[in-house]
DNA sequence: ATGATCTCCTGAGCGC
DNA sequence: TGCGCTCAGGAGATCA
């Protein structure tokens, strides 16, 4: 489940890896993922990788002919650099043969994934929608009291909103809400000025602390290179329930918003 | 316009 | 051992 420090862990792969390189051959199975790509993947072939960039949990890889390939991991989107003899793990959409012997692969077994390719120069517009990305100096505290006295979503799904806040998922929102002390069932109007401050640099704090440790790993989450995440070990409430709260000792309790899992403390979190 | 709900998909885990 | 059920969740579509 890569959010955003997974998703930034891997940019910084990539950037180390991948820019300079040029794409060789292409062997794309049009695999049916999320949306369609504008652009057939095949026309990768022959391209060398300036930059990658990101936003949120989208990842722009930007080419010599100015055409953007965008990727999303979905929940188990991979994408690993890899022997080009190596064997094929399953659901491989995307295999790209680089210039120096190496593959670059995606696979996706969920396939909640995307990858678009963009013609050269096209707007990409995946991502206009969404408010600041949760590491960027434009992600302020004032910023986001306003956003907050606007809505009455419960705390957790206004975190969730990447039109808010970009780059949460699942995982940060409980953790960001539990350093906070706020209930994650907390209308977000209602959240007290005091706190503003407090959750503004808890989502901060937790995006860095967990990128320091190459982010989380549950069951599949890998870097470019095939690395698990170390954050796991540093989890306060998620996927934690009946183990004791580390700040106040009450059993961390599970509840379900928005038809996905709340962790959190109901007796420091309020 | 906003917020809630449903949908997509497959593998893992569980109970029997 | 194997079957069937439930669960996981990012983001877009749809509904109230």
Known sequence: M????EVETIRRGLERELVGHRIEAVD??????RKASPEPLTRLAGRRVEAVDRHAKFLFVRLDNDATWLVH????GKLLFIDAA?????HTHLRLSL???????????RRFGMLRLYAPRAAVDDVAHYGPDALDPAFSAEGLAALLASSRAPLKAFLLDQTKVAGLGNIYVCEALWRT????????????????GALHRAIVDVLHDSLVQGGTSFN??????????NFIARLSVFQREGAP?????????????????????????R
């Open 245 to 269: 709260c580390p700040r106040c000792g009450a059993d961390v309790r599970r509840i379900v918003q928005s038809n996905r899992s709340t962790f959190f403390c109901a007796t420091c979190q």
């Open 181 to 196: 002390g706020l209930s994650p069932r907390r209308i977000a109007r209602n959240t007290p000025r005091a706190k503003i």
């Open 28 to 33: 794309w199975r049009p695999a049916r993922l």
């Open 220 to 229: 599949d989450y890998v870097d470019h290179i095939g690395q698990p995440g």
């Open 86 to 90: 190596a064997p094929e793990r399953p």
């Open 99 to 109: 210039d120096d012997g190496r593959d670059l692969r995606y696979s996706d077994p």
């Open 2 to 5: 890569p959010e955003l420090p």
């Open 73 to 76: 991991l979905g929940m188990t």
